[in-house]
């Protein structure tokens, strides 16, 4: 069974950008989350989503959006990037909302400069 | 708000011992899900090890296994027979019902030949 799947893994913009990261669960997930993991704040939960509906959702700003298809795939957005976003995005999904194993994805490298 | 503490940033251990992992959390809820989570530098986060709140007896997997204090608030993880693939990050985590994952900041295990 393939595994979590990321895409890009490695991205680069400038400041004021906006960037669209997806995330294609394992095959019958239905839950996906995002997290943003760095150096300083370590890994920091963004949203949750399950059944195309944002379940849960953590102290970010407006700026962070994401969204989830009927096939379960999701996708983050971030508009007007900045510097401070740089970071090691995270998607991770369970078979349900509750379910105790998330399986994570091998993560995409958000550079702003 | 839930919070989980790794007090220990790093951690050395030379191979074939046993290491010890500490993990404190605090909540106020009664039944909630454990886990230690590997991340190695590869990056991709893999799930070492859970413990549901309301069982007593502490899970075990292979050569890891936890000492779950639930009144301690304590959870701590140890690696018996330290192998060089055990190298990585380790996260702590919480999570209550369908609430978010909680991450603790991370314990990074080196492995001495």
């Known amino acids: 069974k393939a595994g979590v799947t990321q895409t890009p893994r490695y991205l680069i913009k400038t400041r004021g950008q906006q960037v669209t990261l997806s995330c294609s669960p394992i095959?019958?997930?239905?839950?996906v989350s995002w997290y943003q993991q760095t150096p300083g704040q370590g890994l920091q939960f963004l949203f949750e989503?399950?059944?195309?509906?944002?379940?849960n959702k953590g102290n970010f700003p407006g700026r962070f959006s994401g969204r989830q298809f009927s096939n379960s795939r999701s996708e983050m957005n971030v508009s007007t990037l900045e510097l401070g976003d740089s970071a090691l995005y995270l998607c991770?999904?369970?078979?349900?909302?509750?379910?105790?194993?998330?399986?994570f994805g091998p993560g995409t490298r958000l550079t702003v400069l | 708000a839930q919070t989980v503490t790794q007090s220990q940033p790093e951690m050395s251990v030379q191979e074939a011992e046993t290491v010890t992992l500490s993990c404190t959390y605090d909540?106020?809820?009664?039944?909630?899900?454990l886990f230690w989570y590997k991340q190695p530098p590869s990056r991709q986060m893999i799930l070492v090890i859970r413990q549901e709140a309301y069982k007593q007896q502490n899970a075990t997997e292979n050569r890891f296994s936890v000492n779950f204090q639930k009144a301690a608030k304590s959870f701590s993880l140890k690696i018996s027979d330290s192998q060089l693939g055990d190298a990585a990050m380790y996260f702590c985590?919480?999570?209550?019902?369908?609430?978010?994952?909680?991450f603790g900041q991370g314990t990074r295990l080196t492995i001495n030949p």
């Open positions: 095959s019958g997930h239905r839950s």
């Open positions: 909540t106020s809820e009664s039944d909630y899900y």
């Open positions: 989503y399950f059944s195309e509906t944002q379940r």
């Open positions: 985590a919480y999570r209550q019902g369908a609430q978010k994952l909680v």
């Open positions: 991770a999904s369970s078979f349900g909302l509750a379910d105790y194993e998330q399986f």
